[in-house]
């Protein structure tokens, strides 16, 4: 009967609205997570420190040194006078990497041949360490060519148009500057529509059975589904509501682009919203205490939407029984629809299979709560 | 609404049964309430009564034996139940974060009352249980006795045919006691078999009829009077002697007290006639106990209750030596 599920609903809107908590829950909770994780999670190497130690002392040691200083990835911040000195540097953390320049390196180049040259990598924190190594691989290649050519012309020698064989030309797709926050922000929105989502419906049932509201209902003519439907109605409203704050200030504080339709995110938020809040409803239902339900409720969806969700770790390098495992977690399909919407573009014709799994999985918490939940004390 | 022949019986009940692990709440209840009665549920805590009134709401499924509400089975058709009778749990079960008035529109629209005549009950509520002034207060903000009507109203709203009351008026003052059984004569006066359960003595002599209920067994039913007729076969005698709990030991070896209990500051003592007022008064005054006013009086709902359970309880040692 849906005047009975109607009821429900009704009833849940004014108990959300009177309780200051809640309302503190859904409006403030959001924002500040997006904040503190979204300025946190910064994948971008840039500014790594860089000692250092320059035994050749030459124009063309500093020249080297130059290309290092230039770009944004590395900073010098320390020049040492030994080995020793730089690889302390290295140990106590002050500095990410040290290049050492040893005493031959001008004359190394005029004989024309080979000049070797150190770079110690902080391999510690292996992500920065490879990014590291990667970006220095760039500026070496790039400077030895420049000493190559420059070798060249003044033995007279005129430098072709074509000096390699292979010429990639890179061209990076959806987020062309790498930035980090495009794929950290649209994977947050996930993250954080996920928990806050179970953690709202998940203290939904058990307060009633707390409180002792319960037998009076149950003792009541409305059904086990009535009473499931009636209480998440509300709350995928008022988690849309969230939605669009969220997206909001990812916009605003990250300056994320949003390439697709707005609409269609929102719409399919609104499924993902149904999943995750089915989530927490059938946590509630199962809960014997709201202490309870609230932490079932944050571990079941927060480490899995952060962990295996392919919000930072990607699912390709996972082993094939994680990766497996993946798929039972919302937050991974909704991350496809939520990069695939902000970054690419993309609409429903590519998203329906996610969008197809997200309403399944609703449906189906719906229905286990509904079947889970008895009327009997 | 319709209603299937019931042959005049609100409820019956057959050998119902509830255990919880090892403790047996319920042990082989069997009795009936006729329709439109006032039907008392008599007992101390923890004798059974909730567990009773639940099985029979349909929120808690018996271990054994069989039941019949309004002529539905408390077994298969519990929904059909829930749909025609009123239930007011022990426990205040009301939503403390909504108005009077929210909670009055909440329950008529869960019980399906058509928005027209949920405006007149609601009106009817809010007046009977004298909240109008009220109805815009959170519930939570009411004192104990407001709340106990307010849930009473909500219980009617859909007018059910019978009422289900467990301890209605648990932790109330007299006054608001008095109150609110003048509202269930009104509830009852519109036709609505009533089933109240209590531990006030007082409260049962409200009843047209009594179940008395002791550790899971009816130990005696029946209207007030024919409880006070049947179970206390001789003369209660009131009998004022000092000390009274020297009094107590020499009437305990006078076999023409045939049972002796304190009662506030006297003592209440079963005797057959004058020839045992006579006995009981002589062996009082050879022991040398002072003795005042010795007098015949009519059994209170009490005597009877506390007789009954002694019987039991002799009984059940008798069974268990």
Redesign the interface.
């Known amino acids: ?1 849906l ?2 599920t ?3 609903s ?2 849940e809107f ?2 959300i609205f ?2 200051a908590r809640t309302l503190a829950v859904v409006v403030i909770l959001p924002v500040l997570m997006l904040v503190l994780f979204g300025y946190a999670i910064n994948l971008d190497v840039r500014h790594l420190k860089l000692a250092v130690h320059d035994q050749d002392r030459s124009q063309a040691s500093r020249d080297l040194i130059g290309a290092f200083s230039r770009g944004e990835h590395f900073d010098v911040t320390a020049y040492l006078g030994s080995y020793d000195e730089a690889t302390e540097a290295l140990d106590r953390g002050r500095v990410q990497a040290a290049l050492v320049i040893p005493t031959e390196f001008s004359e190394d180049l005029a004989a024309g041949g080979a000049a070797p040259v150190q770079l110690l990598i902080d391999g510690s924190d292996s992500t920065t360490a490879s990014t590291a190594i990667a970006y220095a691989n760039a500026i070496i290649l790039q400077h030895s060519g420049k000493i190559s050519a420059g070798a060249l012309r003044r033995r007279g020698l005129m430098v072709h148009a074509e000096p390699l064989a292979l010429d990639t030309r890179l061209r990076v797709w959806y987020n062309p500057e790498l930035k980090s926050t495009n794929f950290i922000v649209p994977g947050l929105v996930a993250v954080i529509l996920m928990m806050l989502a179970a953690l709202l419906t998940s203290m939904t049932v058990v307060r009633e059975r707390e ?13 086990p589904h009535e009473l499931m439907l009636g209480k998440l109605v509300p709350y995928v409203i008022i988690a849309s509501v969230d939605v669009v704050l969220v997206i909001a200030a990812g916009k605003l504080l990250f300056r994320v682009p949003l390439v697709g339709s707005p609409v269609l995110l929102l719409a399919l938020s609104a499924v993902f919203l149904m999943a995750a809040l089915g989530i927490g409803l059938l946590i509630s239902v199962v809960s014997t205490s709201q202490q309870t339900a609230m932490t079932v409720a944050v571990l079941a969806t927060v480490l899995p939407s952060m962990l295996l969700s392919g919000f930072i770790f990607p699912i390709s390098a996972m082993p094939a029984v994680l990766q497996w495992l993946t798929n039972v977690i919302p937050a991974t399909h909704f991350l496809v629809i939520a990069r695939g919407i902000f970054l690419k573009g993309s609409g429903l014709s590519l998203l329906w299979p996610q969008a197809l799994v997200l309403l399944l999985y609703g449906l189906l918490m719906l229905g286990l709560s509904s079947l889970r939940f008895r ?3 | 609404m319709t209603r299937p022949e019931t042959f005049g019986q609100a409820v019956t009940v057959e050998n119902l049964v509830k255990r919880f692990g090892d403790f047996t709440a319920v042990d082989h209840l069997s009795f009936s309430v006729s329709a439109g009665e006032i039907f008392g549920f008599l007992g101390p805590n923890g004798a059974g009564k909730s567990t009773t009134i ?1 099985m029979l ?5 018996p271990t054994s034996g069989r039941g019949n509400v309004i002529g539905f089975d408390i077994l298969t058709e ?2 059909q139940i ?2 025609r ?1 009123g ?1 007011m ?1 022990q ?8 108005t009077v008035e ?1 909670n009055i529109e ?2 008529g ?4 009352v058509p928005a027209g005549r949920l405006e007149q009950r609601k009106r009817w509520i809010l007046e009977m249980a004298d909240l109008t002034e009220r109805a815009d207060s959170l519930t939570g903000e009411l004192a104990v006795g407001w709340k106990q009507r307010l849930a009473l109203g ?1 219980a009617v709203v859909h007018e059910p045919q019978i009422l289900f009351l467990d301890e209605p008026t648990a932790g109330v003052d007299p006054t608001s006691r008095r109150n609110f059984w003048d509202l269930i004569y009104d509830v009852a006066g519109g036709g609505v078999t009533v089933f109240v359960t209590t531990h006030y003595m007082d409260e049962a002599e409200h009843c047209d009829r009594l179940g008395l209920i002791y550790a899971g067994k009816l130990i005696a039913s029946g209207s007030p009077q024919q409880l006070k007729e049947r179970c206390v076969a001789g003369t209660l005698l009131e009998v004022h002697a000092q000390p009274v709990m020297q009094a107590l030991d020499v009437l305990a070896q006078e076999p023409a007290a045939r049972e002796v209990a304190v009662f506030g500051a006297a003592l209440h003592v079963v005797t057959d006639g004058e020839a045992g007022e006579k006995r009981v008064r002589a062996a009082l005054e050879g022991s040398g106990v002072t003795v005042g006013h010795i007098g015949a009086i009519v059994p209170s709902l009490e005597d009877i209750f506390v007789a009954l359970i002694e019987q039991a309880d002799r009984a059940a040692a008798g069974v268990g030596g």
């Open positions: 009967m005047l009975r109607w009821m429900i009704w009833k004014i108990q009177r309780d409180r002792g509201t319960i037998e009076q209902l149950i003792a009541s003519p409305v059904m009327k009997r004390l | 639940r709401c349909g929120i808690l499924a519990s929904e829930k749909e009778i239930y749990s426990k205040f079960s009301l939503y403390d974060d909504l929210e909440f329950y629209g869960i019980y399906g909500c």
